[in-house]
């Protein structure tokens, strides 16, 4: 089911703002006027400026009521699964990517040393089950080598500097190629996630959010003569 970040009370309140201030910027912009209303077989019969006053009164409180609903709201927001999926899409993609790279970086090493040895090589994972994100430097893996035999001994750095020396150079030159490889990897896929993000932000805080209270406060700025919307007129299509 579907994360809706506002509230039932906020998308009343988001409604009622934006019919406002449409009101309100229409009586401004094409000098709108009432002189009378029926209601109930009686007639009301009023001037603009007490019109102008009541859409006053209701803009500015739907205004404060959807600003103070509306915040409350975004700091409880919770994430979709569709931006959860994304998120680990974009994730798992870049893991896939440093195994298979990792695996590769093992094979080189496998051909650089003797078939009576088996070396193991971490160079991307974190230690904690997770994997690095920046390009790992010497110093940043481990390595370990021992003999492939039953009950094979380890082969400690110290007494086998030219192995291990082998092994990181190894390592280091495939790193450098890694470095442009995961960036254009990345390139590759960031797109379909960033679009995600953008999707969610416009709806989250363009959409329901800056557009209502830009409308309001434009309509509360005409309505106060601060500012002059009847440049309106010349956008409409005349018959």
Do not use: C
Not at 93 to 122: M, P
Not at 164 to 186: A, D, M, Q
Request: charged share 20%; net charge positive; glycine share 6%.
């Amino acid at each position: 089911m579907a994360v809706d970040p506002l509230s039932s009370a906020t998308r009343a309140a988001k409604k009622n703002l934006l019919a406002a201030s449409l009101v309100a910027i229409t009586f401004k912009s094409f000098d709108v006027s009432i002189d009378a209303i029926p209601v109930a077989g009686l007639v009301l019969r009023f001037d603009s400026g007490l019109f102008s006053f009541l859409l006053i009164v209701v803009i500015a409180y739907t205004l404060i009521t959807f600003s103070l609903y509306y915040y409350i709201d975004m700091r409880n927001i919770e994430k979709t699964k569709h931006q959860v999926s994304s998120e680990n899409k974009y994730r798992s993609s870049i893991r896939f990517f440093q195994e298979a790279y990792e695996g590769k970086i093992r094979s080189a090493v496998r051909s650089k040393i003797s078939d009576e040895l088996y070396a193991t090589i971490n160079v991307f994972s974190d230690g904690g089950g997770g994997m690095k994100d920046y390009t790992p430097s010497e110093g940043d893996w481990t390595i370990t080598i021992q003999e492939r035999k039953s009950g094979g001994q380890h082969l400690n750095p110290p007494d086998n500097e030219a192995l291990y020396k082998t092994v990181n150079e190894v390592i280091i030159k495939h790193l450098e190629s890694y470095r442009w490889r995961i960036f254009l990897h990345k390139i590759l896929i960031l797109p379909k996630l960033l679009a995600v993000r953008a999707a969610y932000f416009f709806r989250n805080y363009l959409t329901d959010g800056i557009l209502p209270i830009l409308s309001g406060t434009i309509a509360l700025l005409g309505l106060f003569n601060m500012i002059n919307l009847g440049w309106l007129q010349s956008i409409v299509p005349t018959s």
